[in-house]
Structures are given as C-alpha cells and as structure tokens.
C-alpha cells in the first residue's frame, strides 16, 4: 500500500519523501480522504497532481494537467471517496512533488482542509528499488 498524506502547503506543493524508490508498474487507486477545517461552507473540487501519474497520460482531463480530482463538500466534516481505478504508473522517485489544486488553481490558502489522504495498492512488492539514502 502506498499511502500519501498531503497538506495545504506553499503554492500546494507537497515534498514527499519515500523510503525508497517503486519501478513502473500498475496500481490501484483505492480511496481519497480529506480532513477539512470548518471554517467555509459549499462545494468545490480539489485536484491533486503527481507525477508518476500524469507521465503515464492515465488520467485525461481537459485542463491537460492529469490531476485526481476529488469533490468536495465542504457542509461535511470529512470527505471519503472509494475509487478501485487501475492506474499505470511511471517509476517512483523516492522524492517528489506532489501539487494540490483548488477549483484549477494551485492551492494557496491551506484554510480549506487539514490534510488529504490517498491510497493506492501496487500490483508487486518484489518491484522496488532499495537504494541507500
């Protein structure tokens, strides 16, 4: 399980460090889950860029971006979303840049949520790439 927790950081970017690298291979994207603040009533979307998804063009979107979009509303404390897609994946670079949007715009006011959580299961465990730090 590949589980990625992203906050409302500068500009939306998130640096996510891994432990190790993970080579090519199909995933599954299992499930989203957005902690939000309650401080802002309605509804909206968050999208969330990585890169290992969008260099595998799997996600198609009009804006180009190959974003996961997650809807959002906020009249509830916590948003939780099942998806079971399967997705191919580029190489996993154990540090990496993961961008949250808001309504197409990089994330500037981290006000609108806690945290994002994703969770993603990986076809192989014997796929990685252990390489010392």
Known sequence: MLHLHLYGQTAGKNLIDLPHTINAQNMILRSAHVIHKNNTHGKYNIEVFLPF???????????????????????????????????????????FT?????????????????????????ETHTNFSHKPH
């Open 53 to 95: 998804i969008n260099g595998a063009d799997e996600i198609i979107t009009n804006d180009k971006r190959g974003c996961i979009t997650i809807p959002i509303n906020q009249n509830e404390k916590n948003t939780h979303i099942e998806y079971n897609i399967r997705l191919g994946s580029n190489h996993i670079d154990r540090v």
């Open 98 to 122: 993961a961008i949250v949007y808001e309504d197409g715009a990089p994330l500037v006011d981290q006000n609108d949520f806690q945290q994002i959580e994703l969770f993603f299961e990986y």
